[in-house]
């Protein structure tokens, strides 16, 4: 006898669903930190599975002071050049300014002594032996360079703004206008003009006067290039009229930016200055 065909029902599985899961339920997975093999599990005692021991806090504090004993060196060196860079950078302006001005001058200095004696003229009898500051060429450049071309980053050391060898103002008015590199050829403001300064000098002629008088010395130049235009403030550790706490003192270790009267900027190493 043909029907309808029989319906089988399938008998429902006795076996718990999470038995045949490929992954097991949340509550049969271990908790982050328990079993396997990591370091840190060998340190955690039983029973501690969310929180860090002491143990492991040290030795994680440790890890870091090592890291930073090994970077920090190495990080003030990087802040050191960069501010060395930052500094060479004014001095390739300030030779920028000085040519630009010399073109519009017929090749001669400015002969600005009054202005230099107005500013302040105060040559010191230890160091430096006369008064190279430079707030009048800050004055003179003015339409040139901003007064930030003539501060130097450098100077990080509380210490500087206390030196008034090392500051001079170029509008007195303003108290941004410090001037904090030195220009030892335009250092005195006596009259016939010293043979090493250039006031209202040609460039040649104030090359040649300055060779001719150190010639014979240990530092004497031998063309425009070695002949020192605009320098950092610096205090040699060797003038024992120093006093203790400026000796061996430079905006940059071991050294100091120089500009010379071809337009070159560089920085010189000097066994004189602190190297750190």
């Not at 000085?98 to 200095?109: C, G, P, S, V």
Request: net charge positive; charged share 20%.
């Amino acid at each position: 006898m043909t029907g309808f065909p029989v319906m089988r029902r399938h008998r429902k599985s006795s076996i718990p669903r999470h038995a045949v899961h490929p992954h097991p339920p949340p509550s049969a997975r271990r908790p982050c930190g328990q079993g396997g093999h990591g370091f840190a599990n060998l340190l955690r005692p039983p029973g501690r599975a969310g929180a860090f021991t002491l143990l492991e806090l040290l030795v994680v504090i440790g890890v870091i002071a090592l890291l930073a004993s090994l970077l920090a060196p190495a990080l003030a060196r990087a802040g050191h050049r960069a501010r060395q860079t930052q500094c060479l950078g004014n001095f390739r302006q300030i030779g920028i300014a000085f040519t630009l001005y010399l073109a519009d001058h017929a090749e001669i200095f400015p002969d600005r002594r009054d202005l230099k004696v107005r500013l302040g003229f105060k040559p010191w009898t230890d160091w430096p032996p006369s008064d190279p500051r430079g707030g009048w060429a800050g004055a003179v450049l003015a339409p040139l360079l901003t007064p930030k071309s003539w501060q130097c980053a450098g100077r990080i050391q509380s210490i500087w703004p206390t030196l008034a060898a090392a500051n001079q103002l170029s509008h007195p008015e303003d108290s941004l206008s410090s001037v904090h590199y030195w220009l030892w050829r335009f250092d005195r403001t006596e009259d016939p003009i010293p043979a090493d300064n250039f006031w209202a000098k040609t460039v040649e002629a104030a090359a040649q006067q300055f060779i001719d008088a150190r010639s014979g010395s240990v530092d004497a130049p031998s063309g425009p290039s070695e002949v020192e235009l605009t320098v950092d403030a610096y205090f040699p550790g060797t003038v024992a009229a120093i006093p203790p706490a400026w000796r061996g003192l430079s905006p940059h270790p071991g050294g100091r930016n120089r500009l010379f009267l071809d337009g070159r900027a560089a920085f010189s190493k000097d066994a004189r200055l602190r190297s750190r």
